[in-house]
């Protein structure tokens, strides 16, 4: 059981022990109102603007790894034994760091609120290594998707990153130069430590003695789902239970043609992990929050919260995914469709966590089609309206098989069982449009909503079923869509 000690952490080059915290303080306010360092802004409180934006650097295998977060909805206790890095610590004394430079030298900033947020996400950017040209401008989006600008517009920044890559390919930073000591420093803090009230085990067994001890304490990962009842719903905890540090929780492998994905892993985790071995995957995942959301949301916490638009249960659902739920000494498999009872409520018991996620390798890469599409109003940084995976399993004996798993179209993420079994009976015949609508309306009957009405979402559904079917038959768009042409495409 960690000793209920000191939380001890690097802020910016300076170590710092934090003896009486509470637990469900955010990091933003601690830096602003516990340390006065107001160079980083609150606009949203929500995860949603990325004014807030600082790195977090960890040391992995000897050497540091930086992460941008959006610091509003992350809690302080996560900081022990990392470094917290702010935009007032990037200049080197009087000398602006490449990064601030570039956005003076290119006119990156007018009002100024969100420049210290672009700050930091282009610092995160310079720490990638060895940057591809051919794959430049979408990196630089894809860290710049979770910051919002009003007034400047986005050419100058893109511009400023442009030039802070060039200089950063060929010349280090001070953090570069103190990468050794800052290492040793991170390595001096006892990890068994933990702030009072925010409690980090090392390993499921204390997780569980910890959830058995304070029973109503939630245990939470990356926060950005359970950082909004703080920001937004203004609830205060005394005992906060994080998974972060339970290493079991943490790996992705693959061992005997399965898949078992660690709970707690985060999207980016897995981004690098699938996203190579899938093409949709890989887009659906590049679209899920921002770069500073998915360096810190996990697949435990996207499940956990149980949200009806969820972007990882469809696609989890169409691979036939099962859904490992582990207690103190017992374990049980489910089938992830079956885990998700009513709006925002679960099979998920009291003493349990969601441990991992596991599907077959053979889902994915054997003869069958996969595709999945996630419709919303923006490209970046915004949930899903419509998400909708399908997966067609051909077969010799009967046809084959369709699984169609849905988003954003009922309080809970859901399998379409009258388009399943309409694709079985339409098998033979010409596919019509209307056939899929039809079964779509007996298995759904949406919400309206501020995101979309009810028919909108209906007739998404049916039109990105026509589309996996279009795709599936790439090249014979013209001819009559037959769903057995599928199980040959
Ligand atoms: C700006 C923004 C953009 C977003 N964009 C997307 C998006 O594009 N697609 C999408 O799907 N979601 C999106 N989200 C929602 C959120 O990021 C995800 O749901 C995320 O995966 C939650 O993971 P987390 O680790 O942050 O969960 P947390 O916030 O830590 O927890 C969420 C819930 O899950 C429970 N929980 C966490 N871990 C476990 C576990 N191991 N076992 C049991 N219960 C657990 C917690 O108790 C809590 O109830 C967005 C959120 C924000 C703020
Ligand atoms: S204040 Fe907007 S993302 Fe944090
Ligand atoms: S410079 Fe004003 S919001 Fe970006």
Redesign the pocket.
């Given at each position: 059981m960690p000793e209920t000690v000191v939380l001890r952490f690097l802020l910016n080059q300076t170590l710092v022990e934090e003896p009486d915290l509470p637990p469900d303080l955010t990091v933003l306010d601690y830096l602003r109102e516990h340390r006065r360092l107001t160079g980083t802004k609150e606009g949203c409180a929500?995860?949603?603007c990325g004014a807030c934006t600082v790195v977090i650097a960890s040391e992995v295998n000897g050497s540091l790894q930086y992460k941008s977060i959006?610091s509003c909805?992350a809690l302080v206790g996560d900081l022990h034994g990392r470094q917290l890095i702010t935009v007032e610590h990037l200049a080197d004394g009087d000398k602006l760091h490449m990064v601030q430079q570039s956005m003076v030298d290119y006119h990156g900033s007018q009002c100024g609120f969100c420049t210290p947020g672009f700050v930091m996400s282009l610092f995160a950017l310079s720490k990638e290594r060895a940057v591809q040209e051919e794959s430049r401008r979408s990196l630089i989006m894809s860290y710049l998707g979770?910051n919002l600008c009003r007034c400047t517009g986005y050419r100058p920044i893109i511009d400023a990153a442009n030039s802070m890559l060039d200089q950063t390919a060929v010349q280090q930073d001070q953090f570069d130069q103190c990468e050794t000591q800052t290492i040793e420093l991170l390595q001096s803090i006892n990890s068994q430590q933990s702030s009072s009230g925010f409690l980090r085990p090392e390993s499921l067994n204390q997780l569980f003695e910890l959830k058995a001890q304070f029973p109503a304490a939630?245990?939470?990962?990356?926060?950005?789902?359970?950082?909004?009842e703080i920001t937004q719903r203004l609830q205060s905890f005394e005992t906060i239970i994080s998974?972060t540090s339970v290493a079991e929780?943490n790996t992705i492998s693959l061992q005997e043609g399965v898949w078992r994905i660690g709970?707690?892993c985060t999207?980016g985790h897995l981004l690098t992990t699938l996203g190579p071995l899938h093409n949709d995957i890989r887009e659906l995942l590049q679209?899920?929050?921002?770069t500073q959301?998915r360096n810190?949301?996990?697949?435990?916490?996207?499940l956990?919260?149980a949200?009806p638009?969820?972007?990882?249960p469809p696609l989890l659902i169409a691979l036939n995914a099962r859904v490992v739920l582990k207690s103190s000494g017992a374990e049980r498999v489910l089938p992830l469709a079956q885990f998700f009872i009513d709006y925002k409520k679960t099979q998920?018991a009291q003493n349990e966590?969601?441990?991992a996620v596991l599907f077959d390798e053979q889902r994915l890469q054997g003869d069958g089609e996969f595709r999945i599409y996630k419709v919303s109003k923006r490209i970046d940084?915004?949930?899903?309206t419509v998400c909708a995976a399908f997966h067609w399993q051909p077969s010799n004996t009967d046809g084959g098989r369709l699984t169609a798993a849905f988003g954003g179209m009922a309080a809970i993420p859901k399998r379409a069982a009258t388009l399943e079994s309409a694709a079985k009976d339409i098998l033979a015949g010409t596919f019509d449009p209307v056939d899929a609508a039809l079964a779509l309306e007996k298995d759904f009957t949406p919400i309206g909503d501020a995101r979309a009405s009810a028919a909108y979402r209906i007739e998404v559904a049916k039109n990105l079923f026509v589309r996996f079917v279009l795709e599936c038959r790439a090249g014979e768009a013209d001819q009559p869509l037959k769903l057995s042409d599928v199980a040959h495409g």
């Open positions: 929500s995860g949603d959006n909805i979770g939630p245990v939470v990962s990356g926060c950005t789902d359970f950082g909004l998974t929780l709970a707690g999207i679209r899920y929050g921002s959301v810190a949301a996990t697949v435990g916490g996207n956990g919260n949200s638009i969820g972007d990882l998920l966590i969601i441990s940084d915004d949930i899903s």
